[in-house]
């Protein structure tokens, strides 16, 4: 199948963007708080945050290479290739928005930024815009959990209502 080059860079642009953001959030945070220490498991701790940073931003440079390998594919005339590709591309970015889960509140402007840019751009699902939201709208860090049991019959509930 045929893709539109022209839509697929603005695309890869937007996640080059929401990367450069995220990947400045992060190093602010390290600085600002230093090397992630593995004991502190508490929701928003600066660990946490930090975790949270590094995994939005890994997430848009894995949806970036898949986007940039569409392009590439396509352009060499691979088209089974670029269409593997680009469904894969389209998949929810494993961690985002779940890394906001992770941070402290309020989020970074970088961060907020970023996420909208996501939410904005229309090329993944609608879950994806809806989740943004919801991490965004969260007055504080939700992951991990203080109460385990707690959260496995939420999530539970949640699966349920699909």
Known sequence: ?????TELVRVGRVLEEAHRLLEGE???LEQQHGRRR?????????????RGATDLAESMAAGLKQVSLTIGYSVLG????ADR????ARMQPVSFPSGADRM???LGEDTVRAMELIRDLGFFDEETSIAIDVA????QATYPPADWDAYAREQGA????D
């Open 104 to 106: 402290a509140r309020p």
């Open 78 to 81: 691979m088209d089974d290739r």
């Open 136 to 139: 965004l709208a969260a007055p």
């Open 158 to 161: 949640q699966s349920g209502r």
């Open 38 to 50: 593995p004991y502190e498991v508490t929701a928003g701790s600066p660990t946490q945050t930090l």
């Open 85 to 88: 590709a680009l469904r894969v």
């Open 1 to 5: 199948m045929p893709h539109d080059l």
């Open 26 to 28: 992060r190093k602010r």
